[in-house]
């Protein structure tokens, strides 16, 4: 997962400072998002596995799938990806073009995960702390993991916060093998 964030990083950060530029990071999120889809579409990968299939017939037809619905500096993005070899990384330059967007936009992501499910005061709670302590809007994404026990585990960027009972339970084994 590193390893493909590293190649998507230069991509995604030089989409984000011309969409910025420009004023059109909404509207290059959305053509993003539709690239990555189009990409990981099965159907789509089924139709570039053939061994005869380049990277032209590849570029061809994932701009006649898109259509209109891209703009031409998109349709440069492509190009290049598809020549540079690097279009398996387009769903990552999408992750970190969204990080950057929402970064710029004074929001960030937090995955919380508990062990049962998180009623709305709770939640509500969780996503004040995590704001007051970042000072920045809080975008939380919320799951149910039942191998926690208990507690919650909260995950901002790399950051990690581990308040539950499976990994107090890890916590105390690491400290009893020492």
Known sequence: MAELATIARPYAEAAFGFAKQRGELD????????????YQNERFQEAIAGPKVTGSDVERLILSVCGERIDGQVRNLVQLLVRNGRLPVLAEIRSLFEQLKSEDEGVIEANIASAYPLQDQQLEQIVNILAKRYNKKISPTVGVDSDLIGGIKVQVGDKVWDASVRGRLQEMAAALTK
Not at 27 to 38: E, Q, R, T
């Open 27 to 38: 509207k290059w999120s959305g053509m993003l998002a539709l690239l990555a889809s189009v």
